[in-house]
């Protein structure tokens, strides 16, 4: 068997669902779903699951799965006339075979490449023709790399708009042990209280209740320490300035039919996204997101990495 095999994999997940496994040589995995072009899973080398997945999950369309990374496009939320977070995450995406050369090459072999293109009945929708591939790769040290690529292919000359998001739930022992660090002193939208615009205090940001916050124009790296289970995740991000950070507490839990009552505790969104400058494309254009989730032990409680380090380092 190649390796190339090894490395991708297509399987039948939850429901019959088509998926891909990705595996890298030291261990680390990751899953992508073709229904909605959704990760489920990221591991790292000794298997333990980094992002989380809500035990009641569907893994039914039309609904979107409760967890990993679905994607928002091309509405973020209710911020417009479509569907709350938009349609990519309720559509079977295709494997692309052939994918337009990517201008830093990926040395990764664990990678998938996946398209989503517009049906007859999606353009009643949003009347627009698109074509959004997104390129899902493990890195050598296990770090997850997810780059969307959405170019307009309009033959009608017509310019579209859109915001974006990508949705990660990460998996956390204790969300009141939780701090996510980057986000301080910068300016927010709050979700909670009619999108009214506040400033983050000089604090790292630490989980006592529900939150629903858009920060604007934020850092390329944010960190998020989890002192439990002694493990920092860090996301960088490119053509993402802003980021929200969702955690729906207990009384929202209960709400949602596809979330455990208590499970609010073991997960937190940091949602890298373009939400307050929506991207416009005229035909023939091409906008490119990109985020890089690393997990690495922690360093705050040992005292080994220090995190504004992990914040500034390269
Ligand atoms: C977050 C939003 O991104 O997603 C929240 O800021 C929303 O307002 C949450 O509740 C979950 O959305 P959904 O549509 O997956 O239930």
Redesign the pocket.
């Known amino acids: 068997m190649s390796t190339e095999r090894v490395a991708v994999e297509l399987a039948k997940g939850v429901n019959g669902l088509e998926k891909i496994i990705l595996r890298e040589t030291r261990g680390s995995s990751a899953e992508v779903y073709l229904y909605g072009g959704h990760v489920t899973s990221w591991k790292n080398e000794h298997g333990e699951e980094l992002l989380f997945v809500s035990s009641k999950a569907l893994f039914k369309p039309p609904k979107?799965i409760?967890g990993g990374i679905?994607l928002?496009f091309p509405q973020?939320?209710n911020l417009g006339p479509l569907e709350?977070?938009g349609f990519a995450r309720n559509k079977f995406w295709s494997i692309d075979t052939d994918p337009p050369a990517f201008p830093t090459n990926s040395s990764s072999k664990a990678h998938i490449d996946l398209i989503l293109k517009p049906s007859e009945e999606d353009v009643k929708i949003w009347p627009h023709s698109y074509e959004f591939r997104l390129r899902v790769a493990l890195g050598p040290g296990g770090d997850l790399m997810l780059t969307s690529r959405i170019r307009n292919t309009n033959s009608d000359g017509k310019p579209f708009t859109f915001t974006f998001?990508y949705?990660t739930y990460f998996s956390v022992s204790d969300i009141s042990e939780v701090r996510v660090e980057g986000l301080e002193t910068h300016d927010y939208l709050d979700?909670l209280q009619n999108r009214e615009r506040f400033t983050e205090q000089g604090d790292a940001i630490t989980f006592e209740g529900e939150v629903?916050k858009?920060y604007l124009s934020t850092p390329t790296k944010i960190a998020i320490l989890d002192h439990e289970k002694k493990r920092t995740f860090v996301l960088r991000k490119d053509g993402l300035p802003d980021a929200?950070v969702?955690n729906?507490w207990d009384k929202?839990a209960k709400a949602?039919a596809d979330f455990g009552d208590d499970e609010y505790k073991h997960m937190l969104?940091v949602?890298a996204a373009a939400i307050e400058k929506p991207i416009t494309l005229k035909p023939g254009e091409e906008w490119r997101g990109r985020q890089e989730l690393s997990a690495v032990p922690s360093s705050y409680c040992s005292g080994q990495l220090d995190p504004q380090r992990v914040l500034q380092g390269s």
């Open positions: 979107a409760r679905p928002c973020f939320s709350p977070h998001a949705h979700n629903d858009i929200v969702w729906p929202k949602m969104c949602e």
